[in-house]
């Protein structure tokens, strides 16, 4: 068995059968880690193994009960989610270095009743990319730069060419490298979409409110959600129904349909009579801002992609999606000043989501205070302070965003926060998505990579990813082929929907191709 490219349930049907055993595979899994992500090509996407792990699996094994649905499969989480256990929850930071969680964040215990076993945690772009402008993905100070395994090279400061995509980029990364079965990352706007992007792997970022967010170190709970990252989409459909329902630690998960069968949903015959949307009308070249700014290779992909839904008895609608639709859009922005010292837009003007700016001094106050165990950090500002002053090692980009937060009430109570969390749902939802979808009588939305992040997350919409194809080169610069992916974004609650989709693509192209390890 290729433990580097065995999907989760393949290793489930192992294991079942009794031809490898939990301990066998995490002692596999941890060889990797050694040799591909400590050592060897130093990918550093995984930023600490479980010291539990072996006890885990030897329980697991030991079991004589019938078998839960990830009995034994080694799965790695995003050191962004609590874990009641030998690992520090860091969000890569060097002021949460050594800080414990209360209890397990709930994805966690679901993982460990579905009879997972916790490998590690994966490093991330720290924060989950709130910390400062123009951070690259993957970086976080407490666990150093996370590379690219399709394209190692990086620059005399040591960041990628080709990026592994933030915020999940470690555990991204260590899905295609083969270091564990599958990952679990988060988004808020693009940190799943965008390291399975380049990764070529398949993700669900999920309706907000579908998996519970509670023990994860927050940026927005208006667009925060987990996801999984996994090779196949039947192992996203497996692990997504692990994760998926209620929990009365987050009120948003109230509202989440109950007990869907995401394996059941899957059909290789799933696109036909489907219509889907692909955003992008040349003749209106004003609002084709999700296709018209491809370059020639991405736009070759994406045309293969467009083509193999029409094979696959598809109606393809190419339209713009309006004006309205555009994100961001006025008075949702939050202006910043660009002090990161090695941003090429060093003191100019950056503008960040203002529903991010102002959620997040209130809900890390929430977090820190709930959940966070064994640290001084007990406040937003402790947080920016600890920064400064050990600025040197923590501020190597600046923290221009966390100053902004640090700045407001953190209640949430002004009116510039109320005008653009209403704003955002208008233009995304009523005037974007909802509109677009309407109009054109479409089950989903084709999107190439991660370009439709935005609008779905800010309306609250999944999006599923699939890999789609292969391109090079970077701003002019030749590297070896990397991945891009083909997302499909609809409704709210829609996943099974757009799980059958992506699978009866997936099955069509068969483009996902291994990193070369």
Not at 279 to 307: C, H, K
Not at 412 to 424: N, Q
Request: net charge neutral; proline share 8%; with cysteine.
């Amino acid at each position: 068995m290729d433990i580097g490219n065995a999907t989760v349930i393949e290793l489930a049907a192992e294991l079942a059968a009794g031809r490898t055993s939990a301990a066998a595979l995490v002692g596999a899994y941890r060889a990797r880690i050694a040799a591909l992500d400590e050592n060897g090509r130093r990918l550093n996407s995984v930023r600490i193994v479980n010291p539990e792990a072996a006890a885990i699996a030897a329980a697991s094994d030991a079991r004589t009960q019938p078998r839960r649905p990830l009995e034994g499969i080694p799965i790695l989480v995003k050191d962004n989610i609590a874990t009641a256990d030998g690992q520090p929850t860091t969000a890569g930071s060097l002021a949460l270095q050594g800080a414990q969680a209360a209890r397990d964040a709930t994805v966690v215990a679901r993982l460990r009743e579905a009879g997972a076993v916790l490998l590690g945690k994966t490093n991330l772009t720290e924060f989950a990319n709130i910390l400062a402008v123009g951070m690259p993905s993957g970086y976080s100070s407490l666990g150093g730069q996370v590379l690219n395994p399709y394209a190692l090279e990086v620059d005399e400061r040591g960041t990628p060419f080709v990026l592994p995509g933030g915020s999940s980029a470690g555990s991204g990364v260590a899905v295609a490298a083969g270091l564990a079965a599958a990952a679990i990352g988060t988004e808020t706007s693009g940190s799943l979409l965008s390291p399975a992007n380049l990764n070529g792997l398949v993700t669900v970022k999920p309706t907000v409110g579908l998996i519970s967010r509670a023990g994860i170190v927050p940026i927005a709970h208006s667009q925060d959600t987990a996801g999984p990252m996994t090779r196949t989409v039947r192992d996203a459909a497996l692990l997504l129904g692990v994760l998926a329902g209620p929990d009365p630690l987050d009120d948003a998960t109230l509202h989440a349909p109950l007990g869907p069968d995401y394996l059941a949903a899957l059909d290789a015959d799933g696109l036909r009579g489907a219509r889907i949307g692909v955003p992008s009308d040349p003749a209106d070249p004003g609002n084709d801002v999700y296709y018209g700014p491809l370059p020639a290779p991405a736009r070759a992909v994406m045309e293969r992609a467009i083509a193999a839904l029409q094979d696959c008895g598809a109606t393809v609608v190419r339209a713009a999606i309006p004006t309205e639709g555009w994100i961001p859009g006025p008075a949702t922005e939050f202006p910043i000043l660009n002090r990161n010292p090695e941003s090429p837009l060093r003191h100019q003007v950056m503008r960040i989501s203002s529903v991010f700016v102002f959620e997040l001094k209130h809900d890390m106050a929430l977090y820190l205070r709930d959940w966070a165990r064994g640290t001084d950090m007990r406040a937003f500002a402790d947080l920016v302070a600890f920064n400064a002053a050990h600025a040197g090692r923590a501020l190597r980009f600046g923290q221009d965003i966390f100053l902004a937060a640090a700045g407001t009430s953190g209640d949430l109570s002004e009116p510039e926060y109320l005008a653009a969390r209403r704003l955002d749902l208008l233009q995304s939802r009523t005037h974007g998505m909802d509109a677009y979808m309407d109009r054109h009588r479409l089950d989903a939305v084709l999107f190439p990579g991660p370009a439709g992040a935005s609008i779905a997350a800010k309306a609250g919409y999944p999006s599923v990813q699939v890999p789609a194809g292969c391109i090079s080169g970077v701003q002019g610069r030749d590297t070896p082929p990397y991945p891009l992916g083909a997302s499909f974004a609809g409704r709210a609650w829609s996943e099974p929907t757009l799980l059958r989709l992506a699978f009866a693509f997936e099955q069509a192209t068969q483009a996902r191709r291994p990193p070369p390890l």
